[in-house]
């Protein structure tokens, strides 16, 4: 059975935004599995992505204080649909990282990971993907604020998308991101 997946990163609720954007909570309650990559911020949110989700798979991230760390791991693994998925937060530079994932991450058939705020999408050598949803919160340089979803099925990574949000306009976090 396949299994609709979810993917963010780095919300940073509710120092960038008071609150995930409306887009974005629909497809979480539309999404049989969340996976976020950290970067939290506030424990109010995770315990309302448990709520709202069907399933929720986390790390913490470096923004992350110790109540997030105490129900959170650095590192979370997880076999969805015969794919082998590991989530961390942080993976360094840009410049090499493919091949630091391939060593740190040996049995791994995806891997997902934040920080950046800039949507990722790679194949390593060894044939891993990696994946960055980006920023729902915290475009940066980005265009726009932006989430992930895939399906998982039957060993397959399939119908990846990197999902854009609407800017904000005149709201306070559209300011600070520019």
């Known amino acids: 059975m396949a299994t609709r997946l979810l993917l963010m990163s780095d919300t940073h609720v509710p120092r960038r935004a008071r609150q995930l954007p409306e887009q974005l909570w ?3 309650e539309s999404a049989d599995l969340v996976l976020h990559a950290g970067d939290w911020v506030n424990l109010a949110l995770h315990d ?3 709520r709202r989700a069907r399933a929720l798979l986390g790390v913490y ?3 992350d204080g110790q109540e997030l760390r105490a129900v959170l791991p ?3 693994t997880e076999t969805i649909e015969g ?3 590991a989530m961390i937060h942080e993976t360094g530079a840009a410049t090499g990282r493919e091949a630091r994932a391939d060593a740190a991450f040996p049995d791994t058939d995806v891997l ?3 920080h950046s705020h800039i949507p990722w999408d790679t194949v390593s050598p060894g044939g891993m993907r990696l994946l960055n949803p980006g920023s729902p919160t915290d475009r940066r340089r980005q265009p726009a604020g ?3 979803t895939a399906i998982a099925d039957a060993g397959v990574l399939r119908e990846v998308a990197l999902v854009p949000l609407p800017p ?3 709201s306070e976090l559209d300011r600070v991101s520019r």
């Open 26 to 28: 629909q497809a979480v």
């Open 48 to 50: 309302e992505l448990s």
């Open 61 to 63: 991230g470096n923004n």
């Open 74 to 76: 650095e590192i979370a």
């Open 83 to 85: 794919i082998r998925f």
């Open 112 to 114: 997902v990971f934040g």
């Open 146 to 148: 932006t989430y992930l």
């Open 168 to 170: 904000r306009q005149g």
